[in-house]
C-alpha cells in the first residue's frame, strides 16, 4: 500500500470512529459497534489500532448485552497497552452487572 493510500485508510479510519461517538452519543449503539468494528478493520487490527478503539467497541458491546464480546475487545485493548486504564474500568463494570443478587439481608 502507498503511502498515500495508508494515509487515506487512517483518515477514513478516524472518520468511522468519530461516527462511531456520534451513534453511541445518540444510544444508537449497534450502529456505533459498527463504525468502530470498521475502523479497526481499516487500521488492520494490530498495533496500529489503539486499545481506546478496543475498549469502545466493548462499551457499544456492553450497551447490546453483548456481555461476553465485550470482555474480549476489553482483554484485546489490554493486551495491547497493559495499563489501559479505561480497559479495566469497563471489564470491571461488564463483571459488576453481571453478578447476581447473594441470598440473605
Avoid at 485508510?9 to 470512529?17: D, I, N, P
Avoid at 459497534?33 to 478496543?54: F, H, I, V
Avoid at 497497552?81 to 479505561?86: F, I, L, M
Amino acid at each position: 500500500m502507498s503511502e498515500t493510500a495508508a494515509s487515506a485508510s487512517k483518515a477514513h479510519a478516524q472518520a468511522c470512529w468519530e461516527q462511531g461517538h456520534l451513534a453511541s452519543e445518540r444510544g444508537l449503539f449497534k450502529c456505533a459497534l459498527e463504525r468502530y468494528t470498521k475502523a479497526a478493520d481499516l487500521l488492520g487490527r494490530g498495533p496500529a489500532a489503539p486499545a481506546c478503539l478496543y475498549v469502545d467497541m466493548a462499551a457499544a458491546s456492553y450497551q447490546l448485552h453483548l456481555y461476553e464480546q465485550s470482555i474480549m475487545y476489553c482483554d484485546h485493548a489490554l493486551n495491547m497497552d497493559p495499563d489501559c486504564v479505561k480497559a479495566f474500568y469497563q471489564r470491571g463494570t461488564i463483571h459488576s452487572s453481571r453478578r447476581l443478587p447473594m441470598g440473605g439481608c
